[in-house]
């Protein structure tokens, strides 16, 4: 057997279309822009990559993009006042604080200043306690961007058997709860899981975000069972010369591809949707905050 590939990239361009039709009727139809705007507190690289991809995204929509780039040093008082403001700006509907933030600065305190109606990210508590409770929420976006790909290639999700490996607050657990709101059977494992590769090995379906490259191996694949690779992980690459890396995630997808019925590559696959899902999650909560229609297809 080879599984299907999915291609995630496709994907997501999908879904930024999606976005974009959407955007271009709220503003014709309504004269309403939706706005993003994206904190970043410091000068980690990565961050910066992230921030620059958001925005031009986000621009490539006909969104309006407002990047506020803040010192290191900048103090918890002055970050809670900048989100006091983009809470009160009636032209920003969706707001990101964009993270790791520097040591001196408490996450969670900073997460939940956010408006939950604006929390585009949906790591505040009022969002993960409405997800946890089936209501109406701001749902993570690379859950949401996993739970896309899987319902596009399976239909109907219920009744499958489907095991979350990793319990993160970002992924794991919000992953199992929209599984379960599919009516999926689930199970959350993780690295005391006893007996992993058996509770691995019963699952139609696997989504792996523990973060450990290339950890689960072909042999814990149920044969046609799809896998959903959520990690990214850079690691040496001898192959391609001294000191060359590559990304890998957290599925050895040579052998898995081998039992599976469809799987997600790395690069490739759920990267590009949590980006996409950004977006679709800024035209919902600009849908949601002016009582209009929600964008088809693009919630959970």
């Known amino acids: 057997m080879t599984a299907k590939i999915i291609d995630g990239k496709a994907f997501a361009a999908g879904v930024r279309e999606k976005v974009a039709g959407h955007v271009a009727r709220l503003i014709n139809d309504h004269g309403i822009t939706p706005g993003l705007a994206v904190v970043l507190v410091g000068e980690d690289p990565a961050s910066q990559v992230y921030v620059r991809s958001k925005g031009k995204a986000t621009i490539e929509t006909g969104m309006k993009s407002v990047e506020h780039k803040l010192d290191p040093e900048t103090s918890q008082a002055d970050l809670l006042a900048l989100i006091d403001d983009l809470n009160n700006d009636e032209t920003i509907h969706g707001i990101l604080v964009q993270l790791p933030l520097p040591a001196h600065l408490d996450e969670d305190l900073v997460i939940n200043s956010i408006s939950p109606a604006k929390d585009v990210d949906g790591f505040h508590i009022s969002n993960v306690g409405l997800l946890g409770t089936g209501q109406k929420s701001m749902v993570p976006c690379t859950p949401l961007g996993c739970l896309m790909m899987l319902r596009d290639h399976h239909g109907s999700l219920s009744g499958l058997d489907a095991v979350v490996i990793g319990r993160s607050n970002i992924v794991g657990k919000p992953m199992a709860q929209l599984l379960l709101g599919d009516s999926c059977t689930v199970t959350i494992a993780h690295s005391r899981t ?3 590769p058996e509770v691995a090995r019963r699952a139609d ?20 069972a799809t896998v959903i690779d959520v990690g990214i992980n850079r690691v040496d690459a001898p192959e391609k010369g001294e000191g060359k890396t590559k990304l890998v995630g957290d599925v050895h997808f040579e052998s898995a591809s081998a039992v599976a019925g469809a799987i997600t590559p790395v690069p490739g ?21 002016n009582g209009l229609d929600e964008p088809e297809g693009l919630t959970a």
Request: overall charge positive; proline content about 9%; hydrophobic content about 50%.
């Open 205 to 224: 379906i696997v989504v792996a975000a523990v973060g450990r490259p290339e950890m689960v191996p072909g042999d814990w694949i149920k044969p046609g």
């Open 269 to 289: 696959g759920v990267g590009p949707m949590t980006i996409a899902c950004l977006l679709a999650n800024t035209v919902t909560a600009c849908s949601r905050a």
């Open 194 to 196: 006893k007996d992993l």
